[in-house]
């Protein structure tokens, strides 16, 4: 069984058409994924201010960390649960656009580079986080995190505009 296959079987299982054939069900779904996208993403974008030190200077870059990464993971479970059952009923009709594929690039890509963030830095941040100027690798993924993110958000409500791109 190809990908795209699997995308056309998920389409036609009972979930997939119950989704398509309710009227309040996918939009309430999508809700969800947009309140997990405004708490998860909200919450990488005051994290990655503050890394690249543009935001809450004064603050212990391991008070923010600590504070913020349950609900940041939180989101994210919502959001990814939520994105799922959103992929779902349209999976083949998603696996053919160009702006979806580069979406789902840059969230892998984005999701790497928050894994190498907190297993390499963020769980160094004794070391580093009292300096005045933040190690080149911390800013770094805090700018990657920024950019990823930013431009998959744009690339979902893209998608709405242009579906077969």
Not at 68 to 83: C, D, K, M, N
């Amino acid at each position: 069984m190809t990908l795209f296959e699997l995308c056309q079987w998920l389409e036609n299982t009972e979930l997939g058409e119950a989704f398509l054939g309710s009227r309040y069900l996918y939009p309430f779904v999508e809700g969800i994924h947009l309140l997990g996208l405004a708490l998860s993403v909200g919450l990488v974008l005051l994290t990655d201010l503050r890394l690249i030190g543009v935001y809450q200077r004064g603050v212990p870059v391991a008070d923010i960390l600590d504070q913020l990464r349950p609900w940041l993971v939180a989101g994210f479970i919502l959001t990814f649960i939520s994105g799922g059952l959103l992929f779902w009923p349209v999976a083949a009709t998603l696996y053919e656009s160009n702006i979806f594929r580069l979406k789902a690039l840059l969230i892998v890509v984005a999701g790497i580079n928050a894994l190498l963030f907190e297993f390499r830095l963020g769980r160094r941040v004794a070391e580093w986080g009292q300096r005045e100027t933040f190690p080149i690798g911390v800013r770094a993924a805090a700018w990657v995190s920024l950019s990823f993110w930013t431009t998959t958000i744009v690339l979902g409500r893209l998608y709405a505009y242009y579906p077969h791109f």
